[in-house]
């Protein structure tokens, strides 16, 4: 039972243009999200959360949406770069032990 | 920087030996860390939760015997692969969450370490 679903595997861009990445989610007792960004062979980056209790939370290119009636959550990269050419993965967690669950994961190319 | 520094970011092994890797937090305390293991073009799966100075709580269907987590200090964890086999190779990556410079709690990954058993 997948509770983060990330239903695009993949998504690509032109540079310059809005990238919208998209997550679902099915545990109502998750309360905090996270989006991070991961190389091959490498760990995930952090890039951005929102707890529940906001709908959106910004920073510089980045911005996160999160609508809990839909148990949705966006990630918006304006404008894109191909240095954000990576992917990304949703996670979320519930309570305060930070046991994350993540998607699948997108893969985002950025073309210049 | 790094915040979380794992090592060794590669190792080789030969099968049925065994294989320690680091996690350690830096600048930061961090109570409990956690192990994920990332196969190909998978998603990161949850192996254990490791909690300072307890029992590591392991996720359904990992052996706990296999994979050793060991919690010594409030910046180490280390998880072990005992005995390993082939299908034992695989991307390991470990987590733990903190507050670092006043920028509220989050959750910081290591650089993953890839194990490779021959």
């Known amino acids: 039972d997948q509770q983060v679903k990330q239903n695009s595997p993949s998504l690509s861009v032109q540079e310059g243009r809005i990238s919208i990445l998209n997550c679902d989610y099915t545990?109502?007792?998750?309360?905090?999200f996270l989006w991070y960004k991961k190389y091959p062979a490498e760990g995930p980056t952090f890039l951005i959360s929102i707890s529940s209790i906001k709908d959106k939370n910004e920073d510089g290119r980045f911005t996160v949406f999160l609508n809990k009636s839909a148990k949705h959550l966006s990630l918006h990269i304006v404008p894109s770069q191909p240095g954000d050419s990576a992917v990304y993965f949703c996670a979320a967690s519930g309570g305060s032990n930070y046991k994350l669950t993540f998607g699948k994961g997108t893969l985002l190319t950025v073309n210049p | 920087g790094a915040v979380v520094s794992q090592h060794p970011s590669r190792v080789i092994c030969k099968s049925g030996t065994s294989v320690k890797i680091e996690c350690r937090s830096l600048?930061?305390?961090?109570?409990?860390m956690f192990w994920y293991r990332q196969f190909p073009k998978q998603s990161l799966m949850l192996m254990a939760t490791s909690n300072e100075g307890s029992k590591a709580t392991y996720e359904q269907g990992v052996e706990k015997d296999k994979f050793l987590i060991n919690h010594a200090s409030l910046t180490l964890s280390t998880l072990t692969v005992t005995s390993a086999h082939p299908e034992d190779s695989s991307f390991y990556i470990c987590s733990a969450s903190g507050e670092i410079r006043g920028a509220g709690n989050t959750i910081y990954f290591g650089e993953g370490s890839w194990l490779t058993v021959v």
């Open positions: 600048d930061f305390q961090a109570t409990t």
């Open positions: 545990n109502s007792m998750f309360d905090y």
